[in-house]
């Protein structure tokens, strides 16, 4: 990302710049920059799980490069809750020379512990821990923050005042009229702030497609309270483990109907050793069991939280389904219950997921067919609930597919905000908001974005992925060969691998014609130097000649690597 221009626009006083590095037009990597003169603080520093994970990209962050030319200036690091998808790139962004305090509710914090010790980060790093209604300050921005319902505990909406007005995050939120823990998120602290007037509503736009008031979490524990009583199997529960207090639902019913509970999956493990120390989930030492002990109990006394709810490959409910888990089979009369969404894009995996679990002979039911699952999210109608309390004066919508923050926009439009107090924004926008504007005014070249490799857990660059993507599509040719630089003659080779371009039958026509071409290519190199002529880029030639060669018999451009080993 070079963003000369960029650099040069300086920050009028009286005025802040707002920059979203992630979660405008996509959820997940949600990471928001605001910025004043002298000061810059960061809410939220998330992945986004990839779709290009055939190219080993397991998830994207986003690029840092605008935080770290200005490092010195970023104060603090503030966290609104645990979801990988707002904390998962801070070890990257720490990787980045970046060092600011990181501020985090009481469970996000454990959250970060755990993923920074991951990272070998933790002894380097900073957390604060903040309670919810509490302030933290730096020289410009005095944080205050308040506790929201979400499909984690913990989670936060924050209310920042600057020095050109207020400005309100809402982090994920939905307004739960019952949640499990705690009180349901309270109003007065956003009505409050909407009297002494907010400046800038910065809210969560996921499921503003959905009109009716989201449900409870209530709801599922009044349907696994059912479900449970009747099982006439196992039953297995598959969700997202940060969904802490989903699981500890889940224990309290398990104690009312003397279940035995057994955890699948690492993520499961860590979340319930996290939620139990943050005393979230009590008592579950008599309850939980070993998974290679469930045959010990009768089937219909045990339930089995797993992860893996997004059909992902070498998860632990996909090898179930696959019938490859070496602790769990499937019988008649077993019950498996995906309590949790499908995240928009997993689709296919998951539905395969679930024909492979009915065709080991289980039942399984899901959000489309039971009341299992609630989401984290607020519907449209909380959504305008949120604007009537705040009455912004600006509003950007956030955390969301592009159309989503359109469908957000519209809201604003009908709680009577006129176009020039809303902007729709993409990641990269710069933006510049002052007691009177708010505006777009400049756009990075590039989205920033980041690749990660899930096996290396480290950056990829676009010219990597270019060329993964090309030997994915048309397989590659290595040509070897070893030189005698004075002479220019081959000593040893030319040798030619194929790697993904056809059968080893019909490998032979290819690898002799590759062959001729080469020593035909070094020849006439060697004949243009003996005349004296410029040194040819041998390499280059092989490699455009033979991709020629390849193409005219199969109609294909192969990535071509020629290696020269000068003696
Ligand atoms: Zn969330």
């Given at each position: ?7 040069s626009?300086?920050i009028e006083s009286?005025t ?26 960061v ?27 200005r490092?010195d200036?970023v104060?603090a ?5 645990g979801h990988?998808?707002?904390i998962g ?19 996000t914090s454990l ?12 002894q380097?790093?900073?957390?604060r ?8 300050s730096?020289?410009d ?6 506790s929201?319902?979400?499909?984690i505990?913990d ?23 019952s949640?499990?823990f ?14 002494e ?5 910065l ?9 009716s008031?989201?449900q409870?979490?209530a709801?599922v524990?009044?349907s ?5 009583a009747?099982?006439e ?9 940060s969904n802490?207090?989903r699981?500890?639902q ?9 279940k ?21 989930i009590?008592?579950?030492a ?6 290679d ?6 089937r219909?006394?045990v ?7 997004q ?6 409910l ?5 019938g490859?888990?070496s602790?769990?089979d499937?019988?008649?009369?077993d ?6 969404r ?8 998951v ?8 065709k080991?002979g ?14 984290g ?5 909380e ?9 912004p ?5 956030i955390?969301g597919?592009?159309?989503?923050l359109v ?12 176009d020039e107090?809303?902007l ?10 002052g ?8 756009q ?9 490799d899930?096996?290396?857990?480290n ?7 270019r060329d993964?993507?090309?030997l ?19 000593v040893?080779?030319p040798?030619?691998?194929l790697?993904?371009i ?8 290819i ?11 070094v020849?006439?190199a060697?004949?243009a ?5 410029m ?14 060669l ?18």
């Amino acid at each position: 990302m070079t963003d000369l221009f960029l650099d040069s626009l300086s920050i009028e006083s009286g005025t802040l710049r707002i920059i979203p590095l992630g979660g405008l037009g996509e959820i997940g990597m949600n990471c928001l920059i605001i910025e004043s003169p002298d000061e810059i603080i960061v809410i939220d520093c998330g992945v986004l799980f990839s779709d290009l994970d055939h190219f080993g990209i397991e998830f994207v962050i986003p690029d840092f490069t605008y935080l770290k030319n200005r490092a010195d200036k970023v104060k603090a690091i503030i966290l609104t809750h645990g979801h990988e998808d707002h904390i998962g790139a801070v070890p990257y962004l720490l990787k980045n020379g970046i060092r600011a305090p990181l501020y985090a509710s009481p469970f996000t914090s454990l959250m970060l512990r755990e993923k920074l010790t991951e990272f070998g980060l933790l002894q380097s790093t900073e957390i604060r821990t903040f309670k919810m209604g509490g302030t933290f300050s730096t020289k410009d921005f005095k944080v205050t923050t308040t506790s929201v319902n979400h499909s984690i505990v913990d989670a936060a909406a924050l209310i920042i005042d600057t020095p050109i007005g207020k400005i309100i995050h809402t982090g994920d939120f939905k307004m739960d009229p019952s949640p499990f823990f705690g009180q349901r998120m309270d109003e007065s602290v956003f009505k409050k702030a909407g009297e002494e007037g907010v400046l800038l509503l910065l809210s969560d736009s996921t499921n503003v497609e959905r009109h009716s008031h989201s449900q409870s979490e209530a709801d599922v524990y009044g349907s696994f309270d059912k479900l449970f009583a009747a099982a006439e199997g196992l039953t297995m529960v598959a969700m997202f483990s940060s969904n802490v207090a989903r699981m500890a639902q889940v224990f309290d019913l398990a104690k009312k109907t003397n279940k035995k509970i057994a955890l699948c999956g690492r993520s499961m493990e860590k979340n319930f050793s996290l939620g139990v120390e943050a005393g979230f989930i009590k008592h579950s030492a008599d309850q939980l069991i070993r998974l290679d002990d469930i045959d010990s109990y009768n089937r219909e006394d045990v339930i089995v939280l797993t992860t893996g709810t997004q059909g992902e490959y070498r998860s632990a409910l996909f090898r179930v389904a696959q019938g490859e888990h070496s602790l769990i089979d499937l019988r008649e009369g077993d019950r498996v219950l995906m309590s949790s969404r499908f995240i928009p894009g997993n689709e296919k995996e998951v539905g395969r997921m679930i024909n492979n679990l009915f065709k080991q002979g289980a039942d399984v039911l899901y959000e489309a067919t039971h009341l299992i699952h609630v989401s984290g999210h607020a519907t449209r109608p909380e959504l305008k609930m949120m604007m009537e309390w705040t009455k912004p004066k600006f509003f950007l919508p956030i955390h969301g597919e592009y159309r989503m923050l359109v469908h957000h926009a519209r809201v604003a439009t009908e709680v009577g905000m006129k176009d020039e107090q809303i902007l729709v924004a993409s990641n990269g926008d710069v933006l510049s908001i002052g007691k009177e504007h708010f505006q777009i005014t400049y756009q990075m070249e590039e989205e920033p974005r980041t690749f990660i490799d899930g096996r290396m857990m480290n950056e990829v660059t676009k010219d990597i992925l270019r060329d993964r993507r090309k030997l994915g599509e048309t397989g590659g040719i290595f040509v070897l060969f070893t030189r005698e630089p004075d002479t220019g003659n081959i000593v040893a080779g030319p040798e030619v691998i194929l790697r993904g371009i056809v059968t080893p039958e019909h490998e032979e026509l290819i690898l002799s014609k590759t062959r001729e071409l080469v020593l035909r290519l070094v020849r006439e190199a060697k004949r243009a130097k003996d005349a004296g002529k410029m040194d040819t880029d041998l390499a280059e030639s092989i490699r455009v000649e033979v991709r020629r060669l390849v193409y005219s018999i199969l109609g294909k451009k192969p990535v071509v690597i020629p290696f020269i080993l000068d003696l």
